[in-house]
Every structure is written in structure tokens, then in C-alpha cells.
């Protein structure tokens, strides 16, 4: 049974940071690229950072880049979002994705919720 669950979100005031975990089970993750998205609430999905599966490689969304960081543990399934310098507006659900290349498997976690405010 294929499972992503996040976690390490919460509240955070304006300027702080938090990091996010992914666990990933029942699928080979090393085979697979991992994301970020986050969804605000009245906002579609929008995707935040990627990495490949051998996490030689990262991208991210012009909003982020700069204060967060993506990593993984292909040894332990786990994939990481390093957030700093909050913002407001990066208050939003956010969902890991397990993608298994351009035409898919494509698998989603349920999210975690993050709230930056004062």
C-alpha cells in the first residue's frame, strides 16, 4: 500500500522557520522524484520544490528560492522541506508528491498545515 505522510507543520510567526518531513512507504522511492505543493485556502495547488530521485538535482518556485531547501534519505524514504524566512503568504496546505517520471505513477500525501502569522 503506497503511503506519503507529512508532517512538522504548525504555526510559526513571520521570519521563522520550520522543516517538513515526508515519509514515503510501499513504493521504490529511490526510483522516484519527490515534490512539494502547497494549496492556500480559495487558491489552486502550486508547486513549491522538487528534487530527483538521486538527489543530485532541485528546483524551485520563484517564491521560495532562497529559503527553502529540499533534501531526501533515499536509505530511510524520507523527503524534506527546510523552510526559512516565513511569510504569510506561505501559510497553506502542503502535500508531498511521489512522481514516477513524466507519464506517472504519481502519488500525494494528505498534507500538512502551515500557518505563519503574528
Not at 28 to 37: A, H, L, S, T, V
Not at 88 to 105: E, M, N
Amino acid at each position: 500500500q503506497v503511503q506519503l505522510v507529512e508532517s512538522g507543520g504548525g504555526f510559526v510567526q513571520p521570519g521563522g522557520s520550520l522543516t517538513l518531513s515526508c515519509a514515503a512507504s510501499g513504493f521504490p522511492f529511490k526510483d522516484f522524484g519527490m515534490n512539494w505543493y502547497r494549496q492556500a485556502p480559495e487558491k489552486e495547488r502550486e508547486f513549491v520544490a522538487g528534487m530527483i530521485s538521486s538527489g543530485r538535482w532541485s528546483n524551485y518556485a520563484d517564491s521560495v528560492r532562497g529559503r527553502f531547501t529540499v533534501s531526501r534519505d533515499n536509505d530511510k524514504n524520507m523527503f524534506y522541506l527546510q523552510m526559512n524566512n516565513l511569510r504569510a503568504d506561505d501559510s497553506a496546505l502542503y502535500f508531498c508528491r511521489a512522481s514516477g517520471g513524466g507519464t506517472g505513477p504519481y502519488y500525494w500525501g494528505r498534507g500538512t498545515q502551515v500557518t505563519v502569522s503574528s
